[in-house]
């Protein structure tokens, strides 16, 4: 059998189900062994067939023992077959929805849930696939990954076809890119954020991230369309090689969208837009420039969409929240906290700037560095911190297989004021910064933002930031 007949198989539903994974076949007669980063699947071919596999779908490197009763199909790049037919087999629902990818090193969560606003306010059927979870049409699916891979995004989309959505807004990570997971997608639009660095554990360059990001423009549709910040020097290669017509938006360079008169408070933010010789005065809910740029991406989207500035203005003033973005705690007393999923140091930056704005009388930062990831951005995140508030406390994020104060060691290398302690015990550590805290000073709590779990070498615990801060601040009433 030859990749082209099976497609056809697939199309007309002869062939009932695809996998990737050999445990779960259930009735599904191909298995996909697909070469992961850690894993390669050939070597569970035995186990697929032993649960019901009758065609094999391998890369050229997969030792095979061959049986007479089973179909094998040779492939260059089995994540690309699985991509391709997965979405063959659900008969690519891409096509028949409005998908909007957002991809970006900070920003993508927020700006998802701006759009998901906006087509809120218009009454049109929404779906969001994102860090946080995964939901339309009141259903939440908790997310394991920002990006799905392909048999559960096509088979999402299918779903969500049948239930009359219109629009998938979803985050598109580089991982998922690089690992093909959302080739077969027909994406309707795309936005780029920013782009600074992140998972070079996973890339090992910056130069192989923006290439992975960069194929979300390089492959969409000359039909489609992408918003591009044009303050990132990033977005003048990605009009370069997009097919696509082009929106930009930006503060401090000539752009299609832009936002002047920018002035912060501690509640909210007001800034003039300025579009097309058009001007509109904006008063939005969320603080700080990043935010600024992520509420300018979604109107420069929504303007290219053909949405009237008065619904774009009626929706983005409304809205108020991104679970653990920026997210305020009410506290009894007369400090501020912020709980931030920030955990890069462009994105620590971002915060600690746009909150310095607001003149507190001390910035209090309590932060650490997920264990198995990027090493070199800890000790950038350790001066970064150090160096934009009046204390850190350093603690422990996600530490993994890794030894805690083996990661604080790695964010000390880089911090060279002595404005910091260590409390390797993330519930203390929130204790000891809440109970450092004094009349007008505001307190972050980074890294974890919505995140309720704690990862350790040999277990997984329930931890949020939002309910340690709530149990200290309580106690303190």
């Keep these: 059998m030859r990749i082209e007949e099976l497609a056809r198989l697939l199309k007309k539903r002869t062939i009932k189900g695809i996998s990737d994974?050999?445990?779960?076949?259930?009735?599904?007669?191909v298995f996909v062994a697909v070469k992961g980063v850690k894993i390669d699947a050939s070597k569970?071919?035995?186990?697929?067939?032993d649960n019901g596999a009758k065609i094999i779908i391998h890369d050229s490197s997969a030792k095979i023992k061959r049986l007479d009763n089973i179909s094998y199909i040779k492939v260059k790049d089995t994540r690309k077959a699985l991509a391709e037919l997965?979405?063959?087999?659900?008969?690519?629902?891409?096509?028949?929805?409005?998908?909007?990818g957002v991809t970006g090193t900070n920003g993508k969560t927020t700006v998802t849930y701006l759009l998901e606003a906006l087509l809120n306010e218009a009454k049109l059927s929404t779906a969001v696939l994102g860090t946080i979870n995964y939901r339309f049409n009141r259903k939440v699916i908790p997310a394991k990954n920002t990006t799905p891979g392909p048999l559960q995004l096509q088979s999402m989309f299918a779903q969500m076809l049948k239930e009359k959505v219109k629009y998938a807004v979803m985050e598109v990570s580089s991982h998922a890119l690089d690992q093909e997971r959302v080739l077969g997608i027909d994406f309707h639009s795309a936005i780029f954020t920013n782009l600074t660095q992140d998972h070079l554990d996973y890339h090992k360059s910056i130069k192989n991230y923006f290439l992975a990001k960069a194929k979300l423009f390089k492959n969409i549709s000359h039909k489609s369309f992408?918003?591009?910040?044009?303050?990132?020097?990033?977005?003048?290669?990605?009009?370069?090689l997009t097919r696509a017509r082009v929106i930009t938006y930006g503060v401090k360079n000539c752009s299609d969208i832009m936002a002047r008169d920018i002035k912060f408070n501690v509640n909210y933010t007001d800034f003039k837009l300025c579009y097309f010789k058009n001007n509109v005065n904006f008063r939005i809910r969320l603080i700080g420039m990043h935010n600024i740029y992520n509420v300018l991406a979604v109107i420069a989207w929504a303007i290219k969409a053909g949405f009237d500035i008065g619904l774009i203005k009626r929706a983005l003033e409304r809205f108020s929240l991104v679970p653990g973005r920026l997210e305020r705690i009410d506290s009894p007393k007369s400090f501020s906290v912020f709980v931030d999923y920030a955990h890069t140091d462009d994105a620590l930056k971002n915060i600690l700037t746009s909150l310095r704005q607001l003149s507190p009388n001390r910035i209090l930062t309590l932060f650490g560095c997920g264990g198995e990831r990027d090493k070199t951005k800890r000790p950038k995140m350790g001066r970064v911190v150090t160096e934009l508030s009046d204390i850190a406390v350093i603690t422990s994020d996600n530490p993994r297989s890794e030894r805690p104060l083996d990661i604080v060691k790695n964010i000390l290398s880089g911090v060279r004021k002595k404005n910091y302690c260590v409390i390797l015990h993330r519930a203390d550590a929130i204790k000891k910064i809440i109970n450092l805290a004094q009349k007008g000073d505001i307190v972050v709590l980074a890294g974890k933002g919505h995140e309720d779990y704690?990862?350790?070498?040999?277990?997984?615990?329930?931890?949020?930031d939002r309910e340690e801060v709530k149990k200290c601040l309580k106690f303190l009433n």
């Design 226 to 240: 992408v918003v591009l910040n044009n303050d990132d020097k990033y977005s003048k290669m990605l009009y370069k």
């Design 454 to 464: 704690q990862i350790f070498k040999d277990k997984t615990i329930h931890f949020s």
């Design 86 to 100: 997965s979405a063959i087999f659900y008969n690519k629902p891409s096509s028949k929805l409005k998908i909007i």
């Design 44 to 49: 569970f071919i035995g186990e697929a067939i």
């Design 21 to 29: 994974n050999s445990r779960a076949m259930q009735g599904k007669a």
